[in-house]
Every structure is written in structure tokens, then in C-alpha cells.
């Protein structure tokens, strides 16, 4: 590797929002550490904090409660068109 043409690499704790899980990864975000808040890790250090919506703690894929989200009625409208009613 070339030395200098390569951002910082180095540990940060990702936070759910919704679920309030974290885990600690290696990322390029360490670079705008000065920037972030900082939380204390169960290991005693202090590690940049970056905030996310979703990750595997609450994505619906991965907790198993897919839904479907239809706001605009896309899905019956799909199946008038095509003569799909539900299976009882």
C-alpha cells in the first residue's frame, strides 16, 4: 500500500437508533472521530459513537418480521389488475 493516499482506518461503536444496540467495528469514519460524540465501550476505551437507523438488530430481514408497507394501496391495486385475490 502506498502511504498517505488512504484514509484512517481504525475502531467505532455503531449504535441503533431504535433498538439502542451497539457493536464495535473497524471503519473509515474514524477519520472524522473529532467530529463524532464518543461512548466508553465495554472494554473500558473511549470510541467514536456513529448513530444508524437501521442495522441488523432491527432490519425486518433479519428479526424475521417482514411487513409488507404499502401506503398507497399498490398491492391491491396489482391484484384487481391481474385477478390475484388472497388464498384463504
Known amino acids: 500500500m502506498q502511504h498517505g ?3 484512517a482506518y481504525g475502531y ?3 449504535q441503533d437508533q431504535s433498538t439502542g444496540s451497539a457493536f ?3 471503519s473509515t469514519l474514524v477519520a472524522r472521530a473529532d467530529t ?3 461512548i466508553t465501550w465495554t472494554d473500558g476505551d473511549t470510541y467514536p459513537l456513529v448513530s444508524v437507523e437501521v442495522s441488523s438488530a432491527s ?3 433479519y428479526t424475521g418480521k417482514n411487513t409488507v408497507i404499502d401506503t398507497a394501496g399498490q398491492v391491491q391495486k396489482f391484484r384487481r389488475r391481474y385477478g390475484m ?3 384463504a
Open 5 to 7: 493516499i488512504h484514509p
Open 85 to 87: 385475490g388472497r388464498k
Open 36 to 38: 463524532l460524540p464518543t
Open 12 to 14: 467505532v461503536v455503531f
Open 24 to 26: 464495535l467495528t473497524r
Open 59 to 61: 432490519h425486518p430481514f
